[in-house]
T-cell receptor, first 118, second 111 residues
């Protein structure tokens, strides 16, 4: 199946700094990628939909100026958490759709990035 | 309450059948999914079912959908230790495939 990677797998940063998380589709081109956030024992919450070459679509309640998304190529989307604070500590997961699959709704998930803000 | 609800934990003996249950609230759900998450790995799609189906079987996996009660279940026959993982129920209501997830059920398989 299609493979999606994320980098880094975990990151610790100081409050007030910015952190960039990368999501790559390794063996397919992804016109659409999704960014999720997961808190312990809770479901994945969709943050935004990232479309290659255009602005991301953010879900209600997600601050677009805080969570900057860039999808500059068909294989890479980045999420930058700006001026991170301890409440931004979470597990961030990306996924991508492979237009070549028979199920157009299938999303392939990255392994996630654990962000801890001190 | 949550849009998609699942029990948080299930313990099952190796060789037995596991049944993981999920309820959802949105009656316009079109596609319903089961994902598996192993430690350190991304979510892996196990199976999915369309809302116009009642049942789908795929080797050891059986998905049952009761659309009237908005209830979805995943049965794993002959559960193995490799089936230990977190299982997520999810549904999509629109053609863009935006997924709504449950909180996940931790399945622990004991020898």
């Amino acid at each position: 199946g299609a493979v999606v990677s994320q980098h880094p797998s975990w990151v610790i940063c100081k409050s007030g700094t910015s952190v960039k998380i990368e999501c790559r589709s390794l063996d397919f081109q992804a016109t659409t990628m999704f960014w999720y956030r997961q808190f312990p024992k809770q479901s994945l919450m969709l943050m935004a939909t990232s479309n290659e070459g255009s602005k991301a679509t953010y879900e209600q309640g997600v601050e677009k100026d805080k969570f900057l998304i860039n999808h500059a190529s068909l294989t890479l989307s980045t999420l930058t958490v700006t001026s991170a604070h301890p409440e931004d500590s979470s597990f961030y997961i990306c996924s991508a759709r492979d237009p070549g699959t028979s199920n157009i709704h299938e999303q392939f998930f990255g392994p996630g990035t654990r962000l801890t803000v001190l | 309450g949550e849009d998609v609800e699942q029990s948080l934990f299930l313990s099952v003996r190796e060789g037995d059948s596991s049944v993981i249950n999920c309820t959802y609230t949105d009656s316009s759900s079109t596609y319903l999914y089961w994902y598996k998450q192993e430690p350190g790995a991304g979510l892996q799609l196990l199976t999915y079912i369309f809302s116009n189906m009642d049942m789908k079987q795929d080797q050891r996996l059986t998905v049952l959908l009761n659309k009237k009660d908005k209830h979805l279940s995943l049965r794993i026959a002959d559960t193995q230790t490799g089936d230990s993982a977190i299982y997520f129920c999810a549904h999509a209501t629109d053609s863009w495939g935006k997924l709504q997830f449950g909180a996940g059920t931790q399945v622990v398989v004991t020898p």
